[in-house]
């Protein structure tokens, strides 16, 4: 297994997109990853925006996010929420300082956006962050999946494959 040895955390929170949580976290575990979810209270559990729910192994305060070599933000409503903890900013920060991959999809960019990382950068989201995107200084297009080193930005579910897989192949590396 390819990722094996390799430990990513996965943000949740209320009305994350359940695809965009889950297919990534399958599609890692499959390939030998340990994937954390990582909530605001360890064992709280959150709900998706349709309903499919998801319980925190650890709490933001928690975990160390040095002993982690990834991170996936999933879409929804749930980055509006995650955005505004400083313990989530930092685990950001610290994965890009250290060039580790970061997976956005969707309406995740708001957590890159207010970590302050995206000047410069090449990115999708959601047309319907498009401007704050730009806003914060990256360059975005309209793609289904776009790697700029280690981050690793989608649009929507659709995307989700190719997404999935372009996370999963700069983690191996």
């Known amino acids: 297994m390819r990722l094996e040895n390799k430990k990513v955390i996965a943000l949740v929170s209320k009305d994350f997109e359940d695809l965009e949580l889950w297919y990534p976290v399958l599609r890692l ?3 030998g ?3 954390h979810l990582v909530g605001e209270k360890a ?3 959150y709900p998706g925006k349709y ?3 998801a319980t925190a192994d650890y709490a933001f305060e928690d975990i160390n996010p040095a002993d982690y070599d990834g991170i996936l933000v999933p879409g929804g409503w749930s980055p509006d929420k995650l955005r505004r903890y400083d313990r ?3 685990m950001v920060r610290h994965m890009d300082e250290n060039k580790k991959p970061i997976g ?3 309406h995740a960019g708001w957590v890159l956006i207010s970590a302050n990382i995206l000047e410069g950068r090449k990115v999708t ?7 704050d995107m730009k806003n914060a200084g990256a360059e975005w297009f309209d793609e289904a999946v776009i790697v700029d080193e280690h981050i690793v930005s989608a649009r929507r579910p659709p995307d989700l494959p190719p997404y999935a897989k372009a996370f999963a192949d700069l983690l191996a590396k």
């Open 43 to 45: 064992g709280a559990e």
């Open 125 to 131: 989201s959601t047309p319907g962050i498009k401007d």
């Open 88 to 90: 989530v900013l930092e």
């Open 33 to 35: 990853a340990a994937v």
């Open 29 to 31: 575990q499959e390939d």
């Open 104 to 106: 956005q999809i969707c």
């Open 51 to 53: 309903g499919v729910p």
